[in-house]
């Protein structure tokens, strides 16, 4: 059972756009405290990219500040990854993450891969 469905990734050239989408039910979404984008380089740790809470409160890590913008649409259950200006550090499996007062769920990944 996935409860988390993200959509979005591909290749990109260095510059461009990408945004990546998280799915999940009503039920899961109404009760999430913050919602988020870690991200995993190839051969690296998995690291924080941005989150959202659900009064909205927003932190992005320092190496997408100003190029990355995460957002909700609580009407769809969804939070959404708008990537721009792209470089070619940013190549990763992105997933979305969810964060409950009983604990946390994890997307299944998606791979976002941008050349140079």
């Known amino acids: 059972q996935v409860d988390l469905l993200e959509s979005g990734g591909g290749l990109v050239q260095s510059g461009g756009s990408l945004r990546l989408s998280c799915t999940t039910s009503?039920?899961?979404?109404?009760?999430?405290?913050?919602m988020a984008w870690y991200r995993q380089p190839p051969g690296k740790q998995r690291e924080l990219v941005a989150t959202i809470s659900n009064r909205n409160s927003i932190n992005y890590a320092d190496s997408v500040r100003g190029r990355f913008t995460i957002s909700r649409d609580n009407a769809k259950s969804t939070w959404y990854l708008q990537m721009n200006s792209l470089k070619p550090e940013d190549t990763a499996v992105y997933f979305c993450?969810?964060?409950?007062?009983?604990?946390?769920?994890w997307g299944q990944g998606t791979q976002v891969t941008v050349s140079s």
């Open positions: 993450h969810a964060d409950f007062y009983f604990g946390e769920k």
């Open positions: 009503r039920s899961i979404f109404s009760i999430a405290n913050a």
